[in-house]
């Protein structure tokens, strides 16, 4: 599985948050080790991540372009309706003899010309209207999937640095619980003054830590802050649980929104060929008017009807270019339809092996963790007893955390891996 930076920098051990390492009670040999990470639980202020997406579609700009191919779409389908082909015209002349002989002879003509559907052309073009405003459906469910897998990430990169920061809170207090016993022994003549220098060593290094990870976990926030508009913290145990993984039966690449979306441009593109075979030539005009004519002076008026047709012709030059730009269309959105299919196959059982791999992985790291913080724990009691010197006990205590840290982070990689599979397999929150 692809590791993504600040994943791997996180170092969330969850279990440490409450007190030091070699306080932690250990696990019973058959007690289970691995479940579903916890990494960010319910809070007063916390949001699921479908009410997160909910609000951030209403802040993101494709969501308007959403708005605007989908109104565009009803517009075409509206004017598919009228009763002619293109907007009518209204069409007036005048002509008289005044520059010429000047006998007082003129003409006003006026009428309306209207545009006919050929045989056909009307149907096809409802039915490409119709796919138009199925695709432009299809395109809003990817513009928000897409959205989906930022907020994912947002939101574990958030959650991750929120227990990140506990973990640093916990160490930070252990140490000082070990300073203040360590200051005690030297008191006491115990312990030498380089024991009480190297506790308060690590002390500061541990507010060092604390620091550094309170300013990644608020430029977190601000992230999800402005992605979102919320302020609450994601509620990662919810969205676990009510977004399962379905079974492969029903997760098949062809229900994922960039496979529908494929699959409408696709039907899109082949009936805009069949409106341009329909569509060999310019809509025809039908021109009904009235004709008023003086034929010079003294003479009376003359009216008439005029009734017109006429009919373009359609040659190869107007119609073979268009015929080839939409085989060409067509033939492009059959093979990304095809391209698409394998990649989303090929990235379905990717991320299925992620997952499987990190749920062995985390298996692992539990017990190394176990192990070595059942060590600490020996040596801590060692060293209450005056058998085990400080820099033993110290050194215990970074590998105990590094073992507790890699869990932590295999963790976290569950938990996302779960959360790139749901993506990859097309499911919103």
Do not use: Y
């Not at 004017?79 to 209204?90: D, E, Q, R, Y």
């Amino acid at each position: 599985m692809k590791c993504f930076p600040w994943l791997c920098a996180c170092a969330i051990a969850g279990s440490l948050a409450s007190g030091p390492v070699w306080a932690q009670p250990l696990a019973s040999p058959g007690s289970p080790q691995v479940a579903l990470p916890s990494i960010a639980g319910p809070s007063a202020g916390s949001v699921t991540l479908r009410a997160a997406l909910d609000s951030a579609w209403q802040r993101a700009v494709v969501a308007r372009e959403s708005d605007g191919q989908r109104r565009l779409a009803e517009a075409d389908r509206s004017a598919v309706s009228s009763l002619w082909a293109a907007p009518p015209s209204l069409e007036l002349s005048h002509r008289n003899d005044r520059l010429q002989r000047n006998t007082g002879q003129r003409e006003i003509e006026f009428g309306v010309t209207v545009s006919l559907w050929l045989p056909g052309q009307r149907a096809a073009q409802s039915s490409t209207a119709d796919a138009t405003a199925a695709r432009a459906l299809a395109a809003e469910q990817v513009a928000r999937l897409r959205l989906a897998g930022e907020l994912r990430e947002a939101a574990w990169q958030l959650a991750a640095l929120q227990a990140e920061a506990a973990q640093g809170d916990g160490q930070a207090q252990a140490l000082v619980q070990l300073g203040d016993d360590v200051e005690r022994r030297v008191r006491a003549g115990d312990l030498a003054r380089v024991d009480a220098l190297v506790a308060r060593a690590e002390q500061l290094a541990a507010s060092a830590l604390q620091s550094d990870v309170r300013q990644r976990l608020q430029a977190a926030r601000a992230r999800w802050t402005l992605l979102t508009g919320l302020t609450g913290a994601p509620d990662l145990t919810t969205a676990t649980i009510a977004d399962g993984v379905p079974s492969t039966a029903q997760s098949t690449a062809a229900a994922h929104p960039e496979q529908q979306l494929a699959s409408l441009s696709t039907e899109l593109a082949r009936r805009r060929l069949d409106q341009t075979r329909l569509s060999r030539r310019d809509a025809p005009e039908l021109t009904v008017g009235l004709l008023h004519e003086v034929p010079g002076r003294a003479q009376s008026a003359q009216g008439s009807l005029v009734v017109g047709l006429r009919l373009p012709f359609g040659t190869d030059g107007r119609n073979r270019p268009l015929e080839a730009a939409a085989l060409a269309e067509l033939d492009v959105a059959q093979t990304q339809e095809q391209r698409l299919r394998e990649r989303l196959d090929s990235d379905i059982g990717a991320a299925r092996d992620a997952q499987r791999s990190a749920q062995a992985q985390l298996e692992a790291e539990t017990a190394r963790a176990r192990l070595l913080r059942e060590r600490a724990t020996l040596i801590d009691k060692s060293f209450r007893a005056g058998e085990s010197p400080l820099p033993d006990l110290l050194r215990a205590l970074a590998v105990a955390a590094q073992a507790d840290g890699a869990a932590a982070r295999q963790n976290a990689a569950l938990g996302f891996a779960r959360a790139h599979l749901q993506q990859t397999l097309g499911l919103l929150p």
